[in-house]
Nanobody, 124 residues
Framework: QVQLVESGGGLVQARDSLRLSCAAS????????MGWFRQAPGKEREFVAA????????YYTDSVKGRFTISRDNAKKSVYLRMNSLKPEDTAVYYC?????????????????WGQGTQVTVSS
């Protein structure tokens, strides 16, 4: 069992930066791949980024490549999403998720555990 708690969201202006954090409980955090997803009002939840259990592989959706960076610290049982050059279209609730298979996935249904989400609002 893994419990996830996101933090770090807020209201920022376009071109600002934020760092989201996701703290996990459970002894096997280091075995899980971790992902960040987001959901804007009236839209489906979409993949943002993922990182393998070791941190050696990372994946990003095209719209955030070069702006967002996913990282993890297994000793702290945490995963992070550094978001630079934020745009109004990045506005959404951001969720972290854990995938026991370890490799990382683009698909929400392949994740086993989810956090409650943190709101990111980017004003123009």
């Amino acid at each position: 069992q893994v419990q996830l708690v996101e933090s770090g969201g807020g209201l920022v202006q376009a071109r600002d930066s934020l760092r989201l954090s996701c703290a996990a409980s459970g002894r096997t955090f280091s075995n899980y791949a971790m992902g960040w997803f987001r959901q804007a009002p009236g839209k489906e939840r979409e993949f943002v980024a993922a990182i393998s259990w070791s941190g050696s592989s990372t994946y990003y959706t095209d719209s955030v490549k070069g702006r967002f960076t996913i990282s993890r610290d297994n000793a702290k049982k945490s995963v992070y999403l550094r978001m630079n050059s934020l745009k109004p279209e990045d506005t959404a609730v951001y969720y972290c998720a854990a995938d026991w298979r370890g490799g990382g996935s683009y698909y929400p249904h392949e994740y086993n555990y989810w956090g409650q989400g943190t709101q990111v609002t980017v004003s123009s």
